[in-house]
């Protein structure tokens, strides 16, 4: 199987590997992945949790075709809700 390469400003491999879901039990809307996002690939979204019947924010893909491969949101992510996987060719 083989997947997408870029190469680094020096001139070394890269795989990039791009957003595929986010937790959203997991995710608690501190929107820091949302700031660290340059592309636009997340937005904020209310759920309604049913269990407790209450409202929170929670972050969704809005734009996944923008994204870049980085993995920026991920790291910024503190209860690392998201799950990356590289792009096959």
């Given at each position: 199987?083989?997947?997408l390469i870029g190469k680094t400003k020096e001139g070394k491999d890269w795989?990039?590997?791009f957003v595929e879901?986010?937790?959203i039990e997991k995710c608690i809307g501190c929107?820091?992945?949302y700031k660290s996002c340059a592309r636009k690939v997340l937005a904020p979204e209310d759920f309604e949790d049913e269990e407790t019947e209450s409202l929170r924010?929670?972050?969704t893909l809005s734009n996944?075709?923008?994204c870049i491969g980085c993995a920026g949101c991920g790291v910024a992510c503190p209860k690392k809700c998201f799950s990356f996987k590289p792009m096959e060719i």
């Amino acid at each position: 199987m083989a997947f997408l390469i870029g190469k680094t400003k020096e001139g070394k491999d890269w795989t990039p590997t791009f957003v595929e879901t986010i937790d959203i039990e997991k995710c608690i809307g501190c929107g820091r992945c949302y700031k660290s996002c340059a592309r636009k690939v997340l937005a904020p979204e209310d759920f309604e949790d049913e269990e407790t019947e209450s409202l929170r924010m929670i972050m969704t893909l809005s734009n996944g075709g923008n994204c870049i491969g980085c993995a920026g949101c991920g790291v910024a992510c503190p209860k690392k809700c998201f799950s990356f996987k590289p792009m096959e060719i």
